[in-house]
């Protein structure tokens, strides 16, 4: 079943930080792409980062710098390294995945910065 599950959300303050995991089955190879997007209440969904099987990483620019994409390919996990963290980074966090023109979603992990 190809399903995409996060985890390692939770609470901290700001300027700690959090790594967000998503577990891609039946690997991460049956993904062209993926990546993270985040929600906050009353926003639109946002793209974080995207990591193309082939290709360079694309980052938002508020991720520049502070956020990082990596892979264990033997896990076959996905890893969201957020550092530095901000009060405007909170939301909730879904793991992405795209094959082909089908996109697929995580349950979302919920990120809390407090001021």
């Known amino acids: 079943q190809v399903q995409l599950v996060e985890s390692g959300g939770g609470l901290v303050d700001t300027g700690e930080s959090l790594k967000l995991v998503c577990a891609a089955s039946?690997?991460?190879?049956?993904?062209?792409?993926l990546g993270w997007y985040r929600q906050a209440p009353g926003k639109e969904r946002e793209m974080v980062v995207l990591?193309?099987?082939?290709?360079?990483?694309i980052y938002a620019d508020f991720a520049q710098g502070r956020f990082i994409l990596s892979r264990d390919n033997a896990k076959n996990t996905v890893y969201l390294q957020m550092n530095s963290l901000k009060v405007e980074d909170t939301g909730v966090y879904y793991c992405?995945?795209?094959?082909?023109?089908?996109?697929?979603w995580g349950q979302g992990t919920q990120v809390t910065v407090s001021s």
């Open positions: 039946p690997s991460i190879f049956s993904f062209h792409s």
């Open positions: 990591g193309p099987r082939f290709g360079s990483r």
């Open positions: 992405y995945g795209r094959q082909g023109s089908e996109e697929y």
